[in-house]
């Protein structure tokens, strides 16, 4: 099963629903309409992963039980989603049903794209992507597509024993 790609038709809808953010990746947090920086929430002696989702990828909302429920379950890491729907009522709907317990900064496919070729230098190719970053807040891996909990707990682990 794959993820969806992000086409021209569901772009346009993103970019018409007038939420645009400006990087790097300033959007509103945990859908509550504070202003966040995910910068700041970027390494400060703890593993980061970075989880972009969409609420129409199917991959993402299926693997999303088994990441709230691993959130916990990793060394010295914290989570932190990314809904690339640009509508807030829609992610708080995703956020409600699925228990997301982790914070989760809204934004767009153009923004986190601008942020994705900024500090991976890669371009935003679908949905799930994830990002991983060091305690000192370098990115060390990009991936898009489903990734188990325990292949992040493991990828995690080995980095840190490699120091």
């Not at 970027?42 to 980061?48: D, H, S």
Request: charged residues 20%; aromatic residues 8%; positive net charge.
């Amino acid at each position: 099963m794959k993820g969806i790609h992000l086409g021209k038709k569901l772009l346009s809808a993103l970019i018409l629903s007038g939420i645009i953010f400006s990087s790097p990746l300033v959007a509103k947090n945990e859908a509550k309409g504070k202003l966040a920086n995910i910068s700041n929430r970027i390494g400060k002696g703890q593993w980061t992963i970075v989880e972009a989702w969409h609420h129409k990828c199917s991959v993402c909302m299926g693997s999303m039980p088994a990441m709230v429920k691993s959130i916990g379950t990793y060394p010295n890491t914290k989570v932190i989603g990314i809904s690339l729907d640009g509508d807030a009522r829609i992610a708080q709907r995703v956020i409600r049903k699925y228990h997301i317990n982790f914070p989760t900064i809204m934004s767009n496919v153009t923004e986190f794209n601008a942020y994705v070729k900024k500090v991976a230098n890669k371009k935003l190719t679908g949905v799930p992507t994830y990002m991983i970053f060091s305690p000192q807040g370098k990115v060390v891996a990009y991936q898009s597509g489903k990734i188990t909990p325990p292949q992040l707990r493991n990828f995690i682990l080995k980095l840190g024993k490699k120091g």
